[in-house]
């Protein structure tokens, strides 16, 4: 089954071309980065405009890319939720109309689980049960995924994102839009000890996050400090630090309440070297595994909506032709897809 996936919920147009005997067979990708960067955050209308502007063209390249043609296109998968939903409007409408005018069915992907199931695109996938950290700039969320599409909640932040506090934390200090990245390279020149930031919510029992405290030890910090670009780097090293072991310690939690062995991570903020790093080194120590996708199948992209809406058609589920969208969607509450294969 050749399975084409459209992801518009923020500023990234993604499109891939999944192939369930052949894998991925291409990807396209088109970033806003440069449209938002002068307002210094996503401006949800320029994004739904730029989504129409950029869409079609990127489904014309990856269909060319990959050699095929639209009839050989078996099913359509579209983000359908949460996100934006002026962005989200935009690929469930093109990718609901298409498998109309294809014949094909089509299926609503929702946008965690794309993350969720991305490193199944990997070689030597992870096989359930296993534990998810999804961390992206609207999620962070500790899953307990018993099987695919059994996702249990086991934890989630309370107030900001992990990514969302990289990114408010960057432009507090005058880093470009999108600051996750930004901050997570100035960290590279950062001298450790320098600062020190609290790990939140540590102390508490639980898997929920909290965030947005750290913001404000970094403004007071940054505030106090000459405002160097040392500081700058000593502060975004304390701060990568701190949001990093936070994760890190409700892993690690995580593995031990629910009793698995396997650690799977996704989403933009799983791009971070430093997380990675320390993940690796801390589930190697306790006989556990961790599992990521590479870096660009970590940020928002059409690869992981193509495969999550193939595993779900696959098991038979499509949409009835309508067009809708779920700006807020509960990943828990999805119907199971256990009896697929990955
Ligand atoms: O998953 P994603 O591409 O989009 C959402 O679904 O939100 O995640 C984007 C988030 C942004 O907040 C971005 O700053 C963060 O991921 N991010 C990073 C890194 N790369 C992306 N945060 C820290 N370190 C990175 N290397
Ligand atoms: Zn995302």
């Known amino acids: 089954m050749r399975v ?6 923020c500023d990234e147009t993604g499109v891939a071309l999944y192939d369930s005997a052949k894998g991925l067979l291409a990807q396209g990708l088109y970033s806003q980065i440069d449209l938002h960067a002068a307002y210094g955050g996503v ?5 739904s405009r730029d989504h129409v502007r950029k869409l079609l063209p990127l489904i014309q390249q990856t269909l060319h890319d990959a050699g095929l043609t639209l009839t050989d296109i078996d099913g359509v998968a579209y983000t359908a939720g949460p996100g934006l939903v002026g962005a989200l409007m935009v690929g469930a409408a093109t990718g609901r109309a298409m498998a109309w005018a294809l014949n094909v069915p089509a299926i609503a992907v929702h946008h965690m689980e794309g993350h969720l199931l ?3 695109l990997e070689d030597n996938p992870p096989q359930p ?3 998810a950290l999804l961390v992206s700039g609207g999620h962070t969320q500790l899953m307990q995924v018993n099987a695919l599409g059994d996702y249990v909640l086991l934890g989630e932040t309370l107030d900001d994102a992990a990514g969302e506090a990289f990114d408010k934390t960057a432009k507090l200090m005058g880093l470009p839009y999108p600051g996750g990245p930004q901050l997570a390279k100035a960290a590279l020149s950062g001298r450790q000890g320098a600062f020190k930031f609290s790990r939140p919510m540590v102390n508490r029992p639980g898997l929920d996050f909290s965030f947005s405290g750290l913001k404000t030890q970094v403004l007071l910090a940054w505030q106090a400090s000459t405002q160097t670009e040392q500081d700058m780097a000593d502060i975004a090293l ?12 409700k892993c690690e939690r995580a593995l031990e309440l629910t009793g698995c062995s396997r650690l799977v991570v996704s989403g933009g903020v799983g791009a971070n070297r430093y997380l990675r790093d320390q993940l690796q080194q801390r589930t190697a120590k306790r006989d556990a595994q961790v599992f990521f996708p590479r870096l660009d199948l970590c940020t928002d992209n059409g690869a992981m909506i193509a495969y999550a ?3 779900r058609l696959a098991a038979g589920q499509s949409e009835p032709p309508v067009v809708a969208c779920k700006p807020r969607w509960d990943l828990a509450g999805l119907p199971p897809l256990s009896h697929v294969a990955p």
């Open 129 to 131: 049960p296993f534990v």
């Open 238 to 249: 304390a701060f990568e630090e701190a949001v990093v072991d936070t994760l890190a310690i």
């Open 43 to 47: 401006v949800p209308e320029l994004a």
């Open 309 to 311: 809406g193939y595993l």
């Open 118 to 120: 991305a490193p199944l």
């Open 4 to 9: 084409l996936g459209i992801e518009s919920s």
